[in-house]
């Protein structure tokens, strides 16, 4: 008998999604910081009152609608819009596509990066579970170098590995590091940009949590540092937690070429990526972001704003119930911080219905404000 899945290899499930499957099972009573969403003081998803509004218009817009195939780049309307977040207001062009999601555009970006002739990727660990999966779907190869020198996020590391007799690409966060919380300075940047100088390597950097940081504009410094000293870069880019918009995966891949000639060649080639992976991105994502920024843009700003708020709220307060040797730990920004637990302690926080990842990652947006005090006490509890 020909039984030719019986032989397909074995596959792990995500770290992630696994861990929160367990806290579903587990009822209300659990404490879920695992899935990066950003929950209110009614343990439900925030959904932003910009948003709320901009899809009612939308939705206005659907009886009219012909369903046709967008262009294989995104909405122009949508891509404009985020491209003043991402690169500032300016009429210089660039390279760009829309993309499902943030996950989505590290994938094309990564296939550009191949199509570039790149086989290695720099990547300082510890990071995003996903980015090694990423890698190694796209068939490149990964030179790991550390992250944290004395838990203190530093460039140090990177630049060492850099080699002129290897192109390589270095794969950083822009921002509200995950899973760490902890970002790389501003003179660490320069530093970067520095070395890059005339040098054959390039950079992806996963931004999938503007705003989360400092601020809309604050958050994209690292891409202007950059830009202002011709690096190329990749940016993938993401409308999942800045605009609260999981489930309809939006996101979207740029490039910064020092030659506006190569813009159009990079165009074809990132919708020639698009075509294999999905054809092209779905639609009512960019189009609701479209609206937003064309009539709600003010009032996203101050929700956004609000939200960063709450988020360094609750981490502040998780920071007054936990012991000294957390407080660094809990130091960064946005939705995310590394625990130092072990993994037996961390086993033990599932029996006390408190799930995160194996690694200590927590998902501090994930826990209501007036949950706080309750994940502080179990976990002081397995300490």
């Avoid at 199509?115 to 779907?137: D, K, M, R, S, V």
């Avoid at 190329?232 to 605009?243: D, E, F, Q, V």
């Avoid at 996203?300 to 939200?307: A, F, G, H, I, Y």
């Amino acid at each position: 008998m020909n039984a030719p899945f019986s032989k397909i290899p074995n596959a792990s499930p995500d770290p992630i999604f696994a861990i929160a499957q367990k806290a579903r099972e587990a009822g209300p009573e659990a404490i879920d910081a695992s899935v990066g969403v950003i929950i209110d003081d009614e343990g439900k998803p925030v959904v932003l009152e910009s948003i709320r509004l901009a899809a009612a218009l939308y939705a206005e817009s659907l009886s009219k609608s012909d369903f046709n195939y967008p262009p294989l780049s995104g909405i122009p309307g949508y891509l404009d819009a985020i491209t003043n977040l991402v690169l500032g207001n300016s009429d210089e062009p660039y390279a760009r596509i829309a993309t499902t999601g943030g996950t989505g555009a590290n994938a094309t970006n990564l296939r550009l990066i191949k199509a570039l002739g790149y086989e290695n990727i720099i990547l300082p660990t510890p990071t995003w579970a996903n980015h090694h999966q990423l890698i190694n779907g796209s068939g490149l190869c990964v030179t790991e170098v550390n992250y944290l020198i004395d838990e203190t996020p530093s460039i140090d590391a990177i630049i060492s590995a850099l080699n002129s007799d290897q192109p390589s690409a270095i794969y950083l966060q822009a921002g509200c590091h995950n899973p760490t919380g902890l970002d790389l300075s501003e003179d660490d940047w320069n530093k970067l940009a520095e070395a890059l100088t005339d040098s054959p390597h390039c950079v992806l950097l996963d931004f999938a949590y503007q705003g989360f940081g400092k601020g809309i504009e604050e958050d994209a410094k690292p891409i202007q540092i950059l830009k202002n000293a011709s690096i190329p870069t990749l940016i993938s880019w993401s409308a999942s937690k800045n605009h609260c918009l999981y489930g309809l995966r939006t996101g979207a891949a740029f490039a910064i070429t020092n030659n506006s000639d190569d813009i159009p060649m990079i165009n074809r080639h990132y919708s020639m990526i698009s075509r294999q992976l999905y054809s092209a991105a779905p639609t009512s994502g960019q189009l609701i972001v479209e609206i937003l920024h064309n009539k709600f843009a003010d009032q996203w700003r101050m929700e956004l704003d609000e939200l960063r708020s709450i988020l360094r709220s609750r981490r502040e307060s998780l920071k007054s119930k936990l012991p000294d040797d957390f407080q660094q730990s809990l130091d960064g920004h946005g939705l995310y911080a590394r625990l130092p637990l072990s993994e037996e302690q961390i086993l033990e926080l599932q029996k006390r219905n408190v799930f995160m990842t194996m690694d200590g990652r927590i998902n501090i947006a994930g826990v209501p404000t007036g949950r706080i005090g309750e994940l502080g006490e179990k976990i002081n509890s397995v300490i």
